[in-house]
Structure formats: C-alpha cells, structure tokens
C-alpha cells in the first residue's frame, strides 16, 4: 500500500482520536422533541466514540442557515458540519443553496453517491435530492434530505465510513 492511499489515510485518521461534529436540523416544523434526526446522528456519533460539539434546529431561512453555517465554520473546536433538511426542490427548501454558495471546494461524490444509493432505494425520485458535500472555511460539511431514511443512508454508507479520514485530510 503506498504512502499516499486511502487506506493508509484512513490508518492514520483512526490513530488522531475522535472527531468533533456539529449538528444542525434544517426545519419549519421539527422540534427538540420530535428532531429524530438529530437524535439518530447523536446517537450514531457516541457510538462511534466522537464528539458532539452541538445541535441544533433552525428554520429554512436563508438569513439562519448562512448565520449558523458560519458561525460553526468560524469556531475552531467544529471538524465537521451535518446538515440535515432543505435539499428538496419546494419553494421552501433553501439548505443547499446557501451551503453550495459557501463552499470553497466540493466533494462532488458524495451527492453523486448519495443519489445513485437513494435511487436503489426510491427510484427515480432520487434525483430530486440536492444533497451535498464540500469543504467551507476549513471544515467539511455534509448535507443531506431530512427524511430519516436519507439521514440514515448517508450516515451509514458514505459519512460514518469516511468521517475520520476526511477530519484528517484537512487538518493535514
């Protein structure tokens, strides 16, 4: 295996401890007690021996995404962003467009990926999903559709897997 491989980083990555996470549920209607996102992911992150740094709820506002997407960017103790909600194509779903604007390098595979899991599981409506990756101010932030299935599926085939390489690969 050679230095620079996937493999390797990946060794390297579990060696550096855990990594620290934001969460933050995109809704108009989910609330502490009913965020079973939030929760899941919560859940998902202690089990695997990170740190939740926090979560939280905010509407889908343009004006609250863009406040807590660079307030979390800017605090130096967030590896990763979660976002969960407002990748749909409705009026309403603002989430990706104001993550995408803030993106300084995208991590176009992970939407790619994501679609092309989703469709095995929801056909063709898996192109409705504007779920993305990328890297904004440093940190790495995945968002993903609010529905319980897309969290779980993009958590436990594509965010679990790679969580700690990716926090290593920007820390390098």
């Known amino acids: 295996m050679s230095s ?3 493999g390797e980083h990946r060794k390297k990555a579990s060696e550096r401890g855990p990594v620290s996470v934001a969460i ?3 809704s108009d ?3 502490e007690e009913t965020d079973v996102n939030g929760k899941y992911l ?3 992150l202690v089990e695997a021996g990170h740190s939740v740094h926090s979560s939280r709820i905010v509407k889908d506002e343009p004006e609250q995404i863009r406040g807590i997407l660079d307030e979390l960017a800017a605090n130096t103790e967030v590896q990763v962003l979660l976002f969960n909600g407002g990748t ?3 009026r309403r779903d603002r989430t990706y467009d104001v993550i995408s604007a803030r993106l300084d390098k995208v991590l176009s595979g992970f939407g790619e990926i994501f679609r092309m899991l989703s469709y095995e599981q929801v056909g063709a ?3 409705l999903s504007r779920a993305t990756a990328g890297v904004c ?3 790495v932030v995945f968002s993903t559709p609010g529905s319980p299935a897309a969290v779980r599926l993009a958590w436990e085939k594509l965010i679990a897997p790679e969580l700690r390489h990716v926090a290593w690969e920007l820390a390098r």
């Open 29 to 31: 209607t989910r609330t």
């Open 137 to 139: 101010a440093g940190k």
């Open 88 to 90: 749909g194509l409705s």
């Open 42 to 44: 919560r859940e998902q």
């Open 4 to 6: 620079g491989s996937a």
């Open 125 to 127: 409506a898996a192109m």
């Open 24 to 26: 933050v549920t995109v």
